[in-house]
Structures are given as C-alpha cells and as structure tokens.
Nanobody, 124 residues
C-alpha cells in the first residue's frame, strides 16, 4: 500500500513536501514516480527516482523547483516542491514501477501500483 500525505493549500511562491509511505519493504526495490492530475486534465508525470535513489528525473515544468528523494529508513519517497505556482494545483499521486526501467517511463500507464493521492492547491 502507498499512502501520500503533505498536500494542502499554499500561496504562490510557497513550498510543500509530499510524502509517499509504503507499507511493505519490497517497495524499496522499485523505481518510484510522482504524477499529478488537475481537473479535466490527463495525469502527468512530475518526477521519478531509481530504486537505489541515485538517479532522478523531472518534468521540464518542475525542474529546478522540485526534488525527489527516498528515505529508506522510513520506507518513504518524498517530493519537495518549492516556488509553487497556481498551475501546480492538482492531485498528486505516487506510483511504483516494478520494471525499474531507466530512463523512467513518463506515461502513467507504465506504473504498476498507485497511492490514493493528496491534493495540492496553490493560490495566486
């Protein structure tokens, strides 16, 4: 099970840290990704991290503003988001990629297991 948390309402320019906690240690062996979906829009890729945590990949829209990292002790994947913009408003989901492909897939269909999402709202 993957459980996201950390979403909320923040003003433009602010920061949030999203967490994705895995209930099983096996998730530490999988590549992980963050996606987001705004109302009426497709689910889009945000960031991914390799199972070792040594490689990361970002969508151009968040590059330089977001950092994805893993806390293996807590079996958690985190997404630090800075300089938030109103267009970052969306439900954010973490997902596990069992194939451990790298470069990571950016299509949501290629991820195997999903959390329930956490809402991020950025006010202008």
């Amino acid at each position: 099970q993957l459980v996201e948390s950390g979403g909320g309402l923040v003003q433009a320019g602010g920061s949030l840290r999203l967490s994705c906690a895995a209930s099983e240690r096996t998730f530490s062996r999988y590549g992980m990704g963050w996606f987001r979906q705004a109302p009426g829009a497709e689910r889009e890729f945000v960031a991914a991290i390799s199972w070792r945590g040594s490689s990361t990949y970002y969508a151009e829209s968040v590059k330089g503003r977001c950092t994805i990292f893993r806390d293996y002790a807590k079996n958690t994947v985190l997404l630090q988001m800075n300089s938030l913009k109103p267009e970052d408003t969306a439900a954010y989901y973490c997902a596990a990629q069992f194939q451990n492909s790298w470069p990571p897939p950016i299509k949501w269909e290629e991820y195997d297991y999903w959390g329930q999402g956490t809402q991020v709202t950025v006010s202008s």
